[in-house]
């Protein structure tokens, strides 16, 4: 199916026209696309907004001011159409500390509907025979310049969400979901970034590393603090300069010298040309490093953890039951809420922020005798 033409816009006057007929929308779909997957830390690249009548492709990087779709975005009145919404209102809030009110998430609709697959291509090939095009899906949307195959998949990420809201709509009135996806929508538009610091502790979740002896786990944080220095010195994501499995194959092998490096797991010509000799030096002053110790795990009460999982257990057969993933039926933060307070009466169940209205209401009285078990 093509696609109506879209308006690319890169100049100021071009936007200021493109903003000045959005105020007029009820609604409007929204999409970024970012690049995330070739720089240390990632930033919108391009923002593809729908109305029912048209398609707008606005290129950020030509330093724009953003002040008009912001208020757009923060306005309660218009409402925000997006597919799986969480990345791009994290980037909104990292960017420009936008809180996006009044949305709709298709992906989210999907998930109450009962749909096995949610992700937008799926979707729109299942319910209204649209192939879209994948190939861009992992390119770095920071390159210029971008050509019309670019723009064309682009536009194909907001064109379709307004026609998707409405046979949505319709599907949760019929099912009588209206309600909990609305409250669904409104939960999931509070989110907290994180601060995007790295962490030297954060070693510790490395795969594999229960595996290393001491010595070995002083060196892979060594290696990990390098690889974080190296990456934000070059602008890279961590990956592109050393993979997880990397540094654990380093880390336990210990090399001293040159010669030992291209035996080692992961580590190729490229790798030695560019970090040999600094890897060497990292590991031989980690010798001299003291033993990281393992944060404790905070370990719950016995009497929490089995309301937990009891609450988990009728969480995944509610969802089992209704067809949906259990997190739609209420969240992990609700359950784990839940099991730490422990509340006996539907008022006590009320001061609990986790547990919203809707659900509180529908599920309410089957938690509570989920909590009266032993």
């Known amino acids: 199916m093509s696609l109506p033409p879209y308006t690319f816009i890169t100049s100021e006057p071009a936007w200021q026209e493109c903003l000045a007929a959005l105020r007029d929308e009820p609604a409007i779909a929204l999409d970024l696309e970012s690049n995330s997957m070739y720089v240390y830390r990632e930033r919108i690249c391009l923002i593809q907004i729908s109305t029912p009548t048209h398609d707008y492709i606005v290129d950020p990087l030509q330093k724009l001011n953003f002040d008009g779709l912001g208020e757009l975005v923060q306005d309660p009145t218009v409402q925000k159409i997006l597919h799986a919404a969480e990345y791009d209102m994290i980037l909104m809030k990292q960017e420009h500390d936008w809180d996006l009110h009044n949305l709709f998430d298709t ?53 379709y969400l307004f026609r998707l809201r409405e ?61 974080d220095q190296e990456a934000k010195k070059q602008d890279l994501p961590h990956f592109k300069v050393m993979g997880n499995k990397t540094l654990l194959a380093l880390a336990e092998a210990q090399p001293r010298t040159m010669n030992q490096l291209p035996h080692i797991d992961g580590v190729g010509h490229n790798l030695i040309r560019r970090y040999g000799t600094a890897i060497l030096r990292v590991i031989e002053a980690a010798q001299k490093d003291p033993l990281p110790t393992r944060p404790p795990r905070q370990r719950l009460p016995d009497a929490v953890q089995e309301r937990y999982d009891n609450l988990s257990e009728w969480r995944k057969q509610r969802g089992l039951a209704r067809g949906v993933e259990s997190d739609v039926i209420i969240s992990r933060e609700a359950v784990m809420a839940l099991a730490k307070a422990n509340p006996k009466t539907t008022a006590e169940l009320e001061a609990l922020p986790e547990l919203p209205p809707w659900r509180r209401q529908v599920y309410g009285q089957e938690i509570l005798a989920v909590l009266r078990k032993r």
């Open 167 to 227: 046979k949505f709509v319709a599907e949760l009135e019929a099912g009588g979901h209206e309600e909990e996806a609305f409250e669904a929508f409104e939960i999931n538009t509070v989110i907290r970034p994180k601060d995007g610091i790295f962490d030297p502790e954060s070693f510790w979740g490395i795969p594999g590393i229960k595996l290393l002896q001491p010595r070995q786990r002083a060196t892979l944080r060594a290696l990990a603090i390098f690889r």
């Open 107 to 159: 992906q989210w609709a999907a998930r109450i509907l009962g749909y096995e697959r949610v992700g937008l291509a799926n979707i729109l090939e299942e319910t209204f025979g649209v192939v879209l095009d994948k190939q861009f899906q992992r390119m770095d949307w920071g390159k210029r310049p971008l050509s019309s195959a670019h723009l064309n998949y682009a536009q194909g990420d907001t064109h």
